[in-house]
């Protein structure tokens, strides 16, 4: 069982439920030591005092805020856990939203299973649970871990509860410097990505067929040299992508091509883009999107002095 990051409770109203923070991720990346090329030792790293030189442990290391050059404040645990933070033992929902109102780009604060502290938290934890199930809502919460407050979304998964960090508004780039200028599209073209779009359209995550490549080439390459022999080469063909000179064309193409992967045969023909008959094909401007000026508006912090 892996160790809890933090425990406390879920604010919900006047329901209170104790609970645990675990990690709902774990990574299976492969660690690379850092090492003198010459004789194969490893590097380390040691922290030292700019002032006198010396070598500290850990123990010895604590954490300050710099106010000028000369002058550092000293921040102890003590000075955290004492914070007049709200949210430093508990977990506040403050909200419901459907899940579609909320940006995907806002994710990726990370994502922390809750777990029921003790058996009186079982049922408070499981009231909660059904309850985000029959609405079909995500509750908004917020809550303090490792030095900072964060924004979250509180959803069941399975018979659990999931909390998913959230960026806040403020910390998320516009997309107006990076939009494209305004391009014309003919309506076959619009008519032919939306046909690609159907034959690679698959019903969940699970259904797809894809591995972490790169990790099983690194794996490769180590067990190559360990046994001193070089590693096998890689199944199929690296294609270099192909700059696009007719769209229609590499629409077609590409429809063709995701349709065998798919196994279905040609049948009544081979596979092409229907025209849309209903229209005239004379250039249309496609209509740029605006760009939103990103979650920013709806979900900014306040700024206290």
Do not use: N
């Given at each position: 069982?892996?160790?809890?990051?933090?425990?406390?409770?879920?604010?919900f109203g006047l329901v209170t439920v104790p609970i645990k923070l675990e990690n709902?991720?774990?990574?299976?990346?492969v660690s690379l030591r850092?090492?003198?090329?010459?004789?194969?030792?490893?590097?380390?790293?040691?922290?030292?005092?700019?002032?006198?030189?010396?070598?500290?442990?850990?123990?010895?290391?604590?954490?300050?805020?710099e106010i000028s050059k000369d002058h550092v404040i000293p921040i102890t645990d003590e000075d955290l856990a004492e914070m007049p933070l709200p949210?430093?033992?508990?977990?506040?929902?403050?909200?419901?939203?459907?899940?579609?109102?909320?940006?995907?780009?806002?994710?990726?604060?990370?994502?922390?299973?809750?777990?029921?502290d003790g058996p009186v938290a079982a049922k408070p934890y499981v009231l909660l649970r059904k309850a985000l199930e029959r609405n079909e809502k995500v509750a908004?919460?917020?809550?303090?871990?490792?030095?900072?407050?964060?924004?979250?979304?509180?959803?069941?998964?399975?018979?659990?509860?999931?909390?998913?960090?959230?960026?806040?508004?403020?910390e998320i780039r516009s997309s107006e410097e990076i939009t494209p200028p305004e391009t014309e599209l003919t309506a076959d073209e619009i008519e032919g990505a939306?046909?690609?779009?159907?034959?690679?359209?698959?019903?969940s995550l699970a259904d797809l067929d894809v591995t972490d490549q790169y990790t099983e080439a690194l794996h490769e390459v180590i067990e190559a040299k360990a046994e001193h022999r070089a590693p096998k080469p890689a199944e199929g063909e690296e294609k270099a992508p192909a700059p696009v000179v007719d769209l229609m064309a590499a629409l077609e193409k590409s429809v063709a091509d995701a349709r065998e992967r798919r196994g279905e045969s040609a049948g009544g023909g081979e596979a092409t883009v229907h025209e849309m008959q209903a229209k005239p094909k004379k250039k249309t401007a496609a209509k740029k999107a605006t760009a939103k000026k990103t979650a920013a508006k709806k979900t900014t912090r306040r700024k206290t002095a």
């Open positions: 069982m892996p160790r809890p990051l933090w425990s406390g409770a879920v604010s709902a991720t774990e990574r299976h990346d850092q090492v003198h090329m010459e004789d194969g030792g490893r590097i380390r790293y040691r922290k030292t005092c700019e002032i006198d030189g010396q070598v500290l442990t850990e123990d010895e290391i604590g954490k300050g805020y949210t430093a033992k508990a977990i506040e929902i403050v909200a419901f939203i459907d899940r579609s109102a909320v940006d995907a780009v806002q994710y990726g604060a990370g994502s922390y299973y809750l777990t029921a908004v919460a917020k809550f303090a871990l490792r030095g900072r407050e964060r924004l979250g979304l509180l959803r069941p998964l399975g018979d659990a509860l999931l909390l998913s960090g959230l960026h806040w508004g403020d939306l046909e690609l779009m159907e034959t690679m359209t698959i019903g």
